[in-house]
């Protein structure tokens, strides 16, 4: 590692990315093609529909059921190469504490914020107590030019030197990734990453991804950090939360690290080389999931992303308006994800191989059709369990009856059984039994996933900013 | 360190190769020699293709005998599915028991390199290939190689959970445990007790009373799910949660010393360096080595319960898990070294056994006659279901006759030709109800074996030998007896 750091670029355009290269960006909800597409299948099924009810009927739940098995394999698979081990890059403190202070490069370091004053104190103090050279931090606070209140709780803070306010002008859309695209631009470090107002990462997290960067080949763009709540017992929906969370980071994402595929970043605590993000005209401004559309994107120009073994501690969304709202967002920022990457389906086959495009197809879109069916074969087997109507015996006729009650129970078991091993593998040993009662939980994503898919027709940009503060910080 | 995959080489492809070629091997060698494939194998593949036909007797073949567990046919169901119906050739029994083979080969293997066996693991997993109980079990279709994969995989998980503690050991014994429970109802003590060393071992443990709790909670969902599924499905498919279990209390006909006749020597030998192993490692305070010992015996004493209720049979398959089970517990007891004269001794122990098995007196004898097994099977099928069929057309042109229990699927096949219709729950009042104005028959099996363990005999006890007041004898076939269906008339 040398001291050499990139000189700081010129202040560029936010919204570089759909201006130059729109085929990348979800401002376009739809391409004439999709939506061409979509109309015919409508058709099809809707006259299908009409010609032979139940033979189109007995088609989807044959459709449905394959997909289930699909899914219930992979992330059995997911949780075995997971449970092997080796999957993520682990750097001990030891290795981390290494590098001399003068041999680190810059870092820097973009927080956007939005109507949070109340977070700033307790945001400045996380970041102060980073364990690394103060002079070689950048730190960014984007604040929006409306946003009187932040800015005058930044103005009133005692900030360090690396601290430094960027204002973000207002201009549409009013979201979180054009935000940090202004502050790309300034960033002034070779690595680069991003927080929210309350996250508290690890303090020596950023030494240990300069480590990681510099055992990994130049194909490694992206390390993504683990997440984790400080306030995973405040209340049941905290536990699920936690327990999803658990499987989510310390288990499914590591899968994917190890099978070397597409990693669906998280929202924070991504760590990147910044000159590739530059590359990559950085995040789109008009993706409420820019996290996972950059993660897709990173892959398809030939970069990986691993996850690096350090946790950042967020406060888990408590209360069910504001959780529904989260939700909402993450999975229309997955129906964006999907739409924008399959516009040239055959396009992205030819760049990231067919195994890579079965991984796309299961994670972001398997992930929002799953959320959208799920409550119709609830329905339909607890229907069949109390009147044993002989009409769903007709539907699931022979090995889908079998294969469709694997899926209920053994798919079902596999998910509730990762919660529990992702609690138990973050230490969370009393949450265990929270989450073998996870279901319940289920209920909500899926009324959750069906408010984002109206939502996406209605407002596909809309950003439903979750609040926080419910909940005092970690100590 | 950077986990990108490397490109696989030439000996990592022939690494990946040597696992499906060796499971081709083994398949083939099952269809030369398949005069030894055993009835259950093809009873099974029947059981299989009656779900596939969306039968009411498949679903409930599946769920309602706790002698007919649920998940090995569901194992042969996806191969069956992707297969055409060769009449009652069991190609996918021949299969998943090559496949099944392969896999407790190189999870054995797997487990040892975990627990910091060096080389000398590959004796042993050479003496468990050797080992006639395992040859025996790849090559006759039953159900024997899957539950030796399960066993193996639980018992390894248990001893690295003790030995090393991780995730990864609690898990796999979880996995295995949960899938026993679907595979064997004779198992489920044993998995209870595998559970308890667990539960004893987390007693001990300093660790937080949370983290105990999640341990056990970890360790046992899996088989507790199982367990209540399958109560489930029963409640959904035979109207009653444990009809499965009603046949446990049944005492079979056949003698006790009979059923006992099928514990031989080497059997007793297995048991006893399990049991070694156990002492050892209860000397040296070794926990993994200890346990792994202890649930390698434990099969020995089941099948004596078994056997004392009349309900062991051959091929048994909770006798043939002593074999694998053993060697495991041997292979753990060296505590890791992977070099040393404790590994070579328990090493030569292993290749002893399975010596011993092939030449002990009277080896022979724990296997199934060939008139039992699949040739038996169709045998059985030319020669009495036409005779059967043309016997009663003689006495009606409306004759139905009800076959039943699972034996019957070898009779009659998966799909209910007529007039024979499969009955794996029947009833008086629903059989004449349902075919009104046919003249009614009963064909049931000699309780002999697992034919014993019928739900037909906790429903009608004397049913075979006296026959019920609704029943009149009507011939004996073989090992069928006809009963003609007594009713009142309209």
Known sequence: MTARDPAPPAAGDPLALAREHPEWSAQRPFTAGQRRLAIALA??????????????????????????????????????????????????????????????????????????????????DSLRRMDYPPEKLDVQLLLEEDDDATRAAAAALDLPPSFRVTVVPVSFPRTKPKACNVGLALARGRYLTI???????????????????????????????????????????????????????????????????????????????????????????YNVTEDCDLGVRLFRRGYRSRMLATTTWEEACGRRRFWIRQRSRWVKGYIQTYLVHMRQPLRLLREIGPRHFLHFQILVGGLVF???????????????????????????PGLVFILG??????????????????????????????????????????YSAWRAFLQFFSNPFLWEKTQHGFHPPRT | MDSTRREPDGRAWMRRAAGPLAAALIFAGGLAGWHRVSREASIGEAMCHALLDNSTAGRQALVSSAWWPPLPTLARLLLAAAMPDIEGWPVPSLLLGAACGVGVV????????????????YAFAAALAAHPAFVDACLDGSNTALLMLLAVLAAGGLAGWLARGGLRHLVGF????????????????????????????????????????????????????????????????????????????LRAPASAAAALGAIT???????????????????????????????????????ILLADRGLLWSPSAELALLAPLAILALAVLPGGRGRGRGSAVAAAAAAGLALFAWFAPGAADARAPASDGFAGTIGERNTWRPRIESHVRRQSRHAVVFVCGYD?????????????????????????RDYHGCALFLLVPEPSGRSGAESLYWKFPGLYELGTRNTLFNGDWGRWRLYEVVQAPR
């Open chain 1, 43 to 124: 058709l099809a099924v809707l006259a299908a529909s009409i010609a032979a009810p139940w033979g189109t009927a007995r088609a989807f739940v044959w459709a449905s059921t394959l997909f289930y098995v699909a899914v219930t394999a992979y992330k059995l698979a997911l949780v075995r190469r997971s449970v092997a081990g080796g999957a993520e890059i682990a750097v001990t403190e030891a290795e981390a504490r290494a590098p001399a202070d003068a041999d680190l490069p810059v870092y820097s370091v973009l927080v956007p914020l939005y109507r949070e004053p109340e977070s700033l104190p307790q945001l400045v």
């Open chain 1, 195 to 285: 927080y929210d107002a309350e996250d508290q990462p690890e303090p020596d997290q950023l030494r240990k991804a300069v480590v990681a960067f510099g055992r990994c080949g130049p194909e490694v763009a992206c390390l993504q950090s683990r997440l984790n709540f400080y306030n995973p017992r405040q209340n049941w929906l905290t536990r699920w939360f936690a327990a999803e969370y658990s499987a989510w980071f310390d288990l499914f994402l590591p899968g994917l690290s190890g099978m070397g595929t597409i990693i669906p970043l998280g929202g924070t605590s991504n760590h990147f080389i910044a000159s590739v993000l530059r590359e990559l005209m950085g995040w789109d401004a």
């Open chain 1, 370 to 396: 799953s959320l959208l069916i799920n409550p119709l074969f609830w329905f339909l087997a607890l229907l069949w369990c109390l009147f044993r109507l002989e009409l769903l015996t007709s539907l699931f």
């Open chain 1, 405 to 446: 009650a694997l899926c209920l129970f053994a798919g079902n078991f596999t998910f509730v059984y990762a919660g529990a091993i992702g609690c138990y593998r973050r230490g969370y040993f009393d949450l265990v039994k929270y989450a073998v009662v996870s279901p319940v939980y289920w209920l909500l994503m899926s």
């Open chain 2, 106 to 121: 190189m999870l054995l293997l797997r487990t040892l390199a975990r627990l910091g066996a060096g080389r000398i693991r």
């Open chain 2, 174 to 249: 979880a996995a295995g445990a949960g899938l026993i429970a679907g595979s064997s109802i004779a198992l489920w003590p044993w998995i209870a007790l595998a559970f308890a060393l667990i539960a004893l071992d987390q007693a001990f443990d300093p660790a937080s009373r949370a983290h105990k709790e999640a341990v056990l909670i970890l360790a046992a969902l899996p088989a507790l799910s199982m367990a209540a599924l399958w109560c489930l499905m029963n409640w959904l498919i035979m109207g009653d949660p444990f009809y499965f279990l009603r046949s446990i209390p």
């Open chain 2, 265 to 303: 020597r080497p059997h007793l030998a297995a048991a006893a360096a399990a049991a070694a192993a156990l002492a050892v490692g209860l000397v040296r305070r070794d926990k993994p080595a200890a346990a792994a010992g202890l649930v390698g015996a434990l099969p020995l004493a089941v099948a």
């Open chain 2, 408 to 432: 019957g699927f070898g009779l009659v096949g998966p799909r209910g030709r007529s007039p024979f219709v499969h009955a794996l729950d029947f009833d008086f009042q629903a059989a004449e």
